[in-house]
């Protein structure tokens, strides 16, 4: 009780701090990238469109490729993928060259910040698939993390789909985190802004940071608004939870999409975040 008591009170100052204009502690050790230079991309696609019985996806926070059976179980999961959504990328070596070996696989790189201590690797949100985009967008949050001084990124990416003059929108997020509800719902309602001016099928799925009842209530509300249906996972009880409220990070949602099948994979090693797997149709 006396260590979540503590740990809550310093989260409170923490925010309190950076919200109340107050410089962050550790933004020496990070570079902010202009949204304008925040979007790379690797590798180059090989199909023109989507085939729209089936649309098979990874979803997976990879924790920066630090946990050592990350690259082996991400080519295991990767496998037969026809979208890939990244959070937590980071365009060092050893992540680069793995995606390099996906022939005819494009991904595209939402950029958040760099490491200073570390070459300017960025790390970020990520897209990828072996079908050419017709569309890449990156945004920022406009709010910063507290302690890091450092934003968040989204990637959004647009396929055509055989059959349909309608674009598939997939987006990949990684919500800002050790912050009050009201950044969050900023986040949020870029997405939507994106969201909003699409025509068409759309996936939202990564690491929402719903670390608490409040953050949930809010993503989970603002979905149904727009139409869109949860995913529910096989073992889904086994996504990552946040420690101190059991609350799940880790979600996916669809609007004009049927889900065939969805699953946590809960016996993964290679990050602290589990995969998720999921089968989709128009």
Request: with cysteine.
């Amino acid at each position: 009780m006396q260590k979540f008591l503590l740990l809550s009170l310093t989260f409170s100052l923490t925010v309190s701090a950076a919200e109340a204009g107050d410089k962050s502690v550790l933004g020496r050790f990070f570079r902010h990238i202009p949204v304008s230079e925040a979007h790379s991309s690797f590798g180059s696609a090989n199909n023109r469109a989507l085939a729209p019985d089936s649309i098979k996806v990874l979803v997976w926070n990879i924790k920066k490729t630090e946990m050592k059976p990350w690259q082996t179980e991400f080519s295991s999961f990767a496998k037969g993928k026809d979208i890939i959504l990244v959070q937590e990328a980071y365009d060092i070596d050893r992540m680069v060259d793995e995606i390099k070996t996906y022939d005819g696989f494009r991904f595209d790189m939402g950029k958040s910040f760099t490491y200073n201590l570390y070459n300017n690797h960025a790390t970020g949100t990520m897209v990828g698939s072996h079908v050419e985009p017709e569309e890449v967008i990156v945004t920022q949050t406009v709010d910063h993390e507290p302690m890091t001084g450092t934003p968040k990124a989204m990637t959004y990416a647009k396929y055509p789909v055989e059959g349909s003059d309608k674009s598939l929108l997939v987006i990949s997020i990684h919500a800002i985190n050790f912050t009050t509800i009201g950044p969050f719902k900023r986040n949020l309602l870029q997405a939507k802004a994106e969201i909003d001016k699409h025509d068409g099928p759309v996936l939202f799925a990564g690491d929402f940071n719903t670390h608490h009842a409040l953050r949930t209530n809010y993503l989970f509300n603002m979905m149904k608004e727009m139409k869109f249906t949860p995913i529910t996972f096989k073992n889904g009880e086994q996504r990552m939870k946040f420690k101190l409220t059991g609350s799940y990070l880790d979600h996916g949602f669809v609007r004009g999409l049927k889900v065939k099948s969805a699953e946590c994979v809960g016996t993964s090693k290679g990050s602290d975040h589990k995969p998720l797997l999921i089968e989709l149709a128009l």
